[in-house]
């Protein structure tokens, strides 16, 4: 019911619209007209209970706008039966309606506030543009024929200027609506509509009335109608309640904005090619001319100024990128020198840290074995760390070269998990193991051993005593899939992309002091995308862990 109430109430009304214009002589009649402006009314106020949006006021502004216009109408068409006498002019009808642009004028303006905040003042210079040439053409035809006739007292002139320059206070806001960003839903379309359609009304009876053309009841009150129905109507559409929402939407020059630009460039020569007699709307139009090419020049310098600055950013971020690039290529460089100057040293104090710890330069005390014990495992740790950043360096610099055989990927899956069983044991974690037959694949055995060894290790190393690891393998659809499970931390959702990233190591594996570099699963990923595969995970945190490995079988024998 609330998202349908806007063509519900187009529904209703239509009939007695159709009975106003075309029906029987009796429903051609002032009420019947003020009693469809009232609807509008109506429809506002309701549309704002009905979808409570935030710029609540705009929206009352707008049914105080409408409300004007009917109160206008009603005592226009009962000043005689009232006051007895015929309606002049001014009245305090026309006072009335005078107040319709106003209200709906400052409407707009709240609605536009709220989506155009924190906008570049170049978007002010296209609705200006438009209202200048509006504005030149309401003065030309709809205002300086009262202006310039000296049979008009003061307050009839006045009273005529002041219509059409409140039809343009609301076209202009209603430009500036148009032109500027925010959120663009049905109401949106359907409010902008109706006022474009009162401003063409209105123009229209403007004219008629310089020509003594118009007559009440006609089709052009259908004009007035459209605008009444369409503004209940859009005030009922649930899109009305995001009617003042920003969204970005810069100024940005398009194939159309830059149509209607033109066009309102024109207008000042087309009305100039006129020849208008006065010299007074000669000057206004030379005005107008000057004004409206200085705005075009105005906004083209802006946004020549914009696009050079946009490059000036362009050329400054290439230079920081290339400049980031040769600072990452000297760090690949340098800690490629240092683990390859790191290595043989590391290897020779491996070598005789196991020579003293087997007894070769005589028997230890207990105190001295364990220090060396805790000296080789540090070493054992940075050997393997100086292994990793070797490896990583070689990937970047040549790739992977493989050894391919042919290997059972089940065998070899079980060979890293019992590696991985004196570790688990003493952590007090179960492992288990399947695999559906041999899983035969063309891939280099010592990289799937290692690519293996780190996805196992993690999984027993980031699951707490008591938990359970398993390692399934099998075949599906041409590929090898090897599956490790865990029941262990689990990684946060927000964090789950970039575990295969360099160096980076979760909050939950720094919060429990758990070991490491960040750099197993990179090396994985790279060993199972060099055999042509991928690797995967999925995790919930504090419930456990899945990292899915597919290698392609292709080149295995069956
Ligand atoms: P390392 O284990 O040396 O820190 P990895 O590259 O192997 O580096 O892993 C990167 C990070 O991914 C780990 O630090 C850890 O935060 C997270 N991680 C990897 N495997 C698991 C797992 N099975 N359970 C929870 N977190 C994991």
Redesign the pocket.
């Known amino acids: 019911m609330r998202a349908r109430a806007w063509w519900i109430f187009l529904l209703v009304m239509a009939p007695v619209v159709g009975l106003y214009l075309f029906g029987p002589h009796a429903f051609n009649a002032g009420p019947v007209f003020n009693g469809i402006g009232l609807s509008a009314v109506v429809a506002i106020v309701a549309g704002v209970r009905l979808h409570r949006p935030r710029a609540r006021l705009a929206w009352y502004l707008f049914a105080a706008g409408q409300a004007l216009f009917v109160a206008g109408d009603v005592l226009a068409y009962n000043y005689e039966r009232i006051f007895g006498g015929p309606l002049p002019f001014p009245s305090i009808a026309d006072a009335l309606y005078l107040g319709v642009g106003p209200a709906i004028a400052a409407g707009l303006v709240l609605l536009i506030r709220g989506r155009n905040r924190g906008e570049a003042r170049a978007a002010l210079i296209d609705p200006l543009i438009i209202s200048t040439a509006i504005g030149l053409l309401s003065w030309i035809f709809l205002m300086a024929p009262y202006a310039f006739d000296t049979t008009l007292s003061l307050p009839v002139k006045l009273t005529s200027i002041l219509y059409p320059l409140m039809d343009l206070l609301i076209l202009s806001a209603a430009v500036r609506l148009a032109f500027g960003g925010g959120h663009r839903g049905k109401s949106y379309y359907l409010m902008l509509t109706s006022i474009c359609v009162l401003f063409g009304t209105d123009g229209v009876y403007g004219w008629l009335q310089l020509h003594g053309g118009y007559q009440t009841g006609g089709l052009l009150d259908g004009g007035w109608i459209l605008f009444y129905l369409l503004f209940g109507a859009a005030a009922l559409h649930p899109s009305m309640a995001t009617a003042d929402v920003a969204t970005a939407a810069p100024a940005r020059l398009t194939r159309t904005r830059v149509a209607v630009l033109t066009a309102a460039t024109f207008v000042a020569p087309a009305t100039g090619l006129l020849g208008p007699e006065r010299t007074t709307d000669r000057l206004v139009i030379a005005g107008s001319a000057i004004v409206l090419f200085s705005l075009v020049l105005l906004r083209m310098v802006g946004s020549v100024q914009q696009h050079e600055s946009a490059v000036a950013r362009m050329r400054a971020l290439q230079e920081t990128t290339d400049r980031m690039r040769e600072l990452d290529r000297l760090k690949d460089h340098f800690v490629a020198t240092v683990s390859h100057e790191l290595r043989t040293p590391l290897t020779s104090i491996h070598g005789y840290l196991d020579l003293v710890l087997g007894g070769d330069s005589g028997s230890l005390e207990d105190e001295q074995r364990r220090f060396l014990l805790i000296a080789d495992r540090n070493t054992d740790r940075l050997q393997k760390l100086v292994e990793d950043l070797l490896f990583i360096s070689e990937l970047d610099a040549n790739g992977l070269t493989l050894e391919l055989t042919d290997l059972d990927l089940g065998s070899l899956a079980h060979e890293s998990l019992e590696s991985a069983r004196p570790r688990a044991e003493a952590d007090g974690i179960s492992l288990g193991f399947s695999s559906t037959s041999p899983v035969h694949l063309s891939g280099d055995r010592v990289r799937l051993g290692q690519l293996l060894d780190?996805?196992i290790s993690?999984?027993v190393?980031?699951?707490p005593r008591g938990g359970n690891v398993s390692v399934r393998v099998a075949r599906s659809n041409g590929s090898a899939v090897l599956e490790?499970e865990?029941t262990?931390?689990?990684?946060a959702t927000d964090?789950q992309a970039q575990?295969?990233d360099r160096f980076?190591?979760?909050q939950?594996?720094g919060d429990h002091a758990?070991?490491?570099?960040?750099?197993?699963?990179?090396?994985?990923q790279g060993i199972a995308q060099a055999h042509g595969g991928l690797i995967g995970?999925t995790?919930e945190e504090n419930v456990?862990?899945t990292?899915r490995v597919e290698l392609p079988v292709h080149a295995a024998i069956t």
């Open positions: 780190n996805v993690n999984a190393k980031f699951t490790i865990d262990g931390l689990g990684i964090e575990v295969f980076f190591r979760t939950a594996a758990i070991q490491g570099t960040g750099l197993g699963l990179s090396i994985s995970v995790s456990g862990t990292f």
